[in-house]
């Protein structure tokens, strides 16, 4: 079974709507990150959590809304969804400490705002 | 800031003929350096990272990449390149602090030639 794993892995939606993307992690690392990649445009940091209690932005954190259930789950919520947030999105964990750099990602979420 | 830049945007290479991807960082620092690689529908894997010590890494797959501190590089190479290594290539850099996020460039996409 995959370490990192993300539900759905494809959604479609609507303007407005509001949509929840999950991550569970099986690697027990206390770091979750949430991405987002455009094509041309690397991966970006939305949200980054490094425990439960311990939840930060990134660099393009607007319109967007993180939940850090337990140690293994990572929820990535768009309240409002608009076109422009039609990308993939990939959630990653490390550790805490000197490797804490070193990433795994799950598969990835591609999501498509109508 | 810190930034990655991948100046080659798409490569095709040969089967068989070796590979050198691009990358150059900006950071203060002694930088933590990654390659990921992306196949198509998948999520980002680990190719190889450079913490500290011995500037020539080997990685998984038969990459290797080399630190210059000189020229502020970290160029990902492979001898002779297989069909299997098409896909997307990024470079990272680690962004500094206690943050544990990665700044990406925004990638080089490997097709391979029969």
């Known amino acids: 079974d995959a370490d990192v794993t993300q539900t759905p892995r494809n959604r479609i939606t609507k303007t407005g709507k509001r949509i929840m993307l999950e991550c569970s992690q099986t690697k027990g690392h206390d770091r979750m990150y949430w991405y987002r990649q455009d094509p041309g445009l690397g991966l970006r940091l939305i949200y980054y959590s490094f425990d439960v209690k311990d939840i930060n932005k990134g660099e393009i954190s607007d319109g967007y809304s993180v939940s850090r259930q337990a140690q293994a789950k990572f929820s990535l919520s768009l309240e409002s969804a608009i076109p422009n947030q039609t990308a993939l999105y990939f959630c990653a964990t490390s550790e805490t400490g000197t490797s804490f750099y070193e990433q795994y990602f799950g598969p990835g979420t591609r999501l498509t705002v109508t | 800031a810190q930034s990655v830049t991948q100046p080659d945007i798409h490569i095709t290479v040969s089967e068989g003929a070796s590979l050198e991807l691009r990358c150059n960082y900006s950071?203060?620092?002694?930088?933590?350096l990654f390659w990921y690689v992306q196949s198509p529908g998948q999520g980002l894997q680990l190719l190889l990272k450079?913490?500290?010590?011995?500037?020539l890494v080997q990685g998984i797959k038969g990459f290797e990449a080399e630190f210059k501190r000189s020229q502020s590089s970290f160029n990902l190479r492979k001898p002779s390149v297989h069909w299997s290594d098409a896909a997307e290539y990024f470079c990272a850099v680690g962004a500094g602090g206690s943050q544990g996020n990665l700044i990406f460039g925004k990638g080089t996409k490997l097709s391979v030639k029969p």
């Open positions: 450079y913490f500290s010590g011995d500037t």
């Open positions: 950071y203060g620092a002694t930088p933590y």
